[in-house]
């Protein structure tokens, strides 16, 4: 049984191990979402599948913690992985012999079979043989694999990436006689570019079978060059081993003895079963795996916004020269249409909320006129279809005219959506150049603009009105007739109280000061609504109309655009 204090550290480790990967987990998440906004830009696709793939490794990890660190040897067939496995394990652990591919199945080397029985299920449908040694020195924390040979058969090549795909640590053998071999490279870059530097072990075996000045002059130089070529791996260490010769008790025939002494497989030995043999290195390595995994998600969304990225940004600034054409000709359009902003329908919605607003004699009379012009309003649209505003405020009204809007936006559009469809194309996004999907959404906008001009408007007419019942105007009209009603009433009350009564003919101009004084505030009030009207509120509306009727397409590809370059 594990002591405290151990299972203390293991604890530690997994908190660590635990935030680390929620850490990178939220930080996959903002790249899902920042692509996700833009669906339609073709390199988003892989990009996205890109990123569930990992977040995929993220939960196999996560299951992964308690179960040992995976060392997979890897190579072509004849480069000695077996007989290197065997010098790591002091005895035959993989066969080894002259027919080709050697290895074809999985074989493990751990000290309980209860260690590979976590990645069986990960190795799903492969041939696994598994070798234990429970006394095994550095066999605590690993478990070692030679995976089938990268020249072997199709099934033994589907379980070689099932291999790289659970391995914490590749061993890259190559033989000094052939150490370039093509196939093997081009097979194992895309994995090994998932793993970090420092995961990935390049060894070349055989090394008593090549002379020294060609081993160092040439071979490893080249393999070198090699490795940072294809795999972009810049090895700090490449390990000259051979593994036949550190076999226990290991005899050459007469012609075919070691041409030198050169052999780091005891640096090799140590660097695997001590260096890496810790718990700390399992959290580390995984960690280290998964932080590689989003740092290649980042570059590849920057390669890619990279190669477009001029046209983005030209793109963008069409778009946006595009919507503000498109706002300018629909307000003008709108205008131009003063029928449809302008007159009793209008008038009479701007009235019926007045008078809820307004208070005071002005108010008595705001409240009567918006009555009457609310009932000639109704009479005079007896039999037209449609409403200007919902609610109980609802009137009779012709709403504005879609079909010319629509073809309004159709000629806008003919003439200026193909050099932005053109713009955009190059910047990554496909199918947009065909007409009909400019059509289409001329007529979305239509249909957007029939639907939700009652609720324009009415947000148009919402905003004049606050401004022309503003508490100041109000005071400032019914000032004058409530400081002269305040007048006749002190003047009544004071006569009455000295007994100077006053004249029937006072009461009588009083009464006509006061109705003028009334009348004369009634009507400023309608002089300042219809120049707000003629003035404000068909700019406003026409404002809010264009809005509703804006292009959609563009102002969504613009917003996938900045979301794209926004880092």
Same mark, same amino acid.
């Given at each position: 049984m594990?002591?405290?204090?151990?299972?203390?550290?293991?604890? #530690?480790?997994?908190l660590r191990s635990t935030g680390a990967l929620a850490g990178m987990t939220a930080e996959l998440a903002l790249l899902q979402s920042r692509l996700a906004s833009a669906s339609d830009? #073709?390199?988003?696709?892989?990009?996205? &599948?890109?990123?569930?793939?990992?977040?995929?490794? !993220? @939960?196999?990890?996560?299951?992964?913690?308690?179960?040992?660190?995976?060392?997979?040897?890897?190579?072509?067939?004849?480069?000695?992985?077996?007989?290197?496995? *065997?010098?790591?394990?002091?005895?035959?652990?993989?066969?080894?012999?002259?027919t080709r591919p050697t290895t074809q199945s999985i074989i493990a080397y751990a000290a309980d079979a209860q260690d590979v029985d976590a990645l069986r299920s990960r190795w799903r449908a492969s041939e696994v043989q598994v070798q234990t040694e429970p006394t095994a020195h550095g066999l605590q924390h690993l478990v070692l694999v030679d995976a089938p040979d990268t020249n072997t058969t199709p099934a033994g090549l589907?379980?070689?990436?099932?291999?790289?795909?659970?391995?914490?640590? +590749?061993?890259?053998? !190559?033989s000094a006689q052939n150490p370039r071999l093509h196939d093997n490279i081009r097979f194992l870059a895309p994995y090994m570019r998932h793993l970090p530097a420092d995961a990935v072990v390049p060894v070349i075996n055989m090394v008593d079978r090549a002379p020294l000045d060609e081993l160092r002059e040439q071979v490893l130089p080249d393999l070198q060059e090699t490795l940072?070529?294809?795999?972009?791996?810049?090895?700090?260490?490449?390990?000259? +081993?051979?593994?036949?010769?550190?076999?226990?008790? /290991?005899?050459?025939?007469?012609?075919?003895?070691?041409?030198?002494?050169? *052999?780091?497989?005891?640096?090799?030995?140590? !660097?695997?079963?001590?260096?890496? *043999?810790?718990a700390t290195q399992v959290v580390d390595r995984r960690l280290? #795996?998964?932080?590689?995994?989003?740092?290649?998600?980042? @570059?590849?969304?920057?390669?890619?916004?990279?190669?477009?990225?001029?046209?983005?940004?030209?793109?963008?600034?069409?778009?946006?020269?595009?919507a503000q054409t498109t706002s300018d000709a629909l307000r003008q359009e709108l205008e131009d249409r003063a029928g449809e902003l302008r007159g009793l329908d209008l008038h009479a919605a701007l009235y019926g909320q007045l008078s809820s607003r307004w208070w005071g004699?002005?108010?008595?009379?705001?409240?009567?006129?918006?009555?009457? +012009?609310?009932? &000639?309003?109704?009479?005079? *649209?007896?039999?037209?279809?449609?409403?200007?505003?919902?609610?109980?405020?609802?009137?009779?009204?012709?709403?504005v005219d879609?079909?010319?809007?629509?073809?309004?936006? &159709?000629?806008?559009?003919? /003439?200026?959506?193909?050099?932005?469809?053109?713009?955009?194309?190059?910047?990554?996004?496909?199918?947009?150049r065909e007409q009909d999907r400019w059509?289409?959404?001329?007529?979305?906008?239509? @249909?957007?603009?029939?639907?939700?001009?009652?609720v324009a408007l009415s947000t148009a007419i919402d905003v004049s009105v606050r401004r022309l019942a503003h508490p100041l105007l109000q005071i400032v009209l019914n000032g004058p007739v409530l400081a002269l009603l305040a007048w006749v009433g002190y003047q009544t009350v004071s006569g009455f109280a000295t007994a100077q009564y006053l004249s029937a003919t006072y009461f009588q101009n009083a009464g006509i000061a006061l109705l003028a004084v009334w009348l004369a505030a009634f009507v400023l009030l309608q002089v300042t609504v219809s120049l707000a009207v003629r003035l404000r509120l068909r700019r406003r509306a026409s404002h809010e109309l264009a809005k509703v009727a804006s292009w959609r397409l563009a102002d969504d590809l613009y917003a996938q655009i900045t979301a794209l370059l926004t880092e």
């Open positions: 594990d002591s405290p204090a151990l299972w203390t550290d293991h604890d #530690r480790l997994a830009w #073709r390199p988003a696709k892989p990009l996205l &599948a890109e990123i569930a793939w990992v977040q995929q490794q !993220f @939960e196999q990890m996560t299951a992964s913690w308690s179960s040992k660190l995976v060392v997979a040897l890897v190579g072509p067939s004849g480069a000695g992985k077996s007989t290197l496995l *065997n010098a790591l394990a002091g005895r035959e652990v993989s066969r080894t012999g002259l589907v379980a070689l990436g099932q291999v790289l795909d659970t391995a914490d640590v +590749v061993i890259a053998v !190559f940072a070529a294809e795999w972009g791996l810049q090895a700090k260490r490449i390990y000259l +081993v051979s593994a036949r010769a550190s076999l226990t008790e /290991m005899a050459f025939a007469a012609d075919e003895q070691p041409l030198h002494s050169v *052999n780091e497989f005891s640096a090799l030995r140590r !660097f695997l079963f001590d260096a890496l *043999n810790s280290g #795996r998964a932080r590689r995994l989003v740092d290649l998600v980042h @570059e590849d969304l920057d390669s890619a916004l990279d190669q477009h990225r001029s046209a983005l940004e030209r793109a963008k600034e069409q778009l946006e020269r595009l004699p002005v108010g008595w009379l705001v409240a009567i006129w918006g009555a009457l +012009v609310r009932g &000639a309003a109704w009479m005079t *649209n007896l039999g037209r279809r449609g409403r200007l505003l919902g609610g109980a405020d609802s009137l009779e009204a012709p709403l879609t079909a010319s809007i629509e073809a309004a936006l &159709a000629r806008l559009y003919a /003439m200026r959506w193909p050099p932005v469809a053109d713009a955009l194309s190059a910047a990554g996004w496909t199918g947009l059509q289409a959404e001329a007529q979305a906008a239509s @249909e957007r603009l029939l639907t939700q001009a009652p």
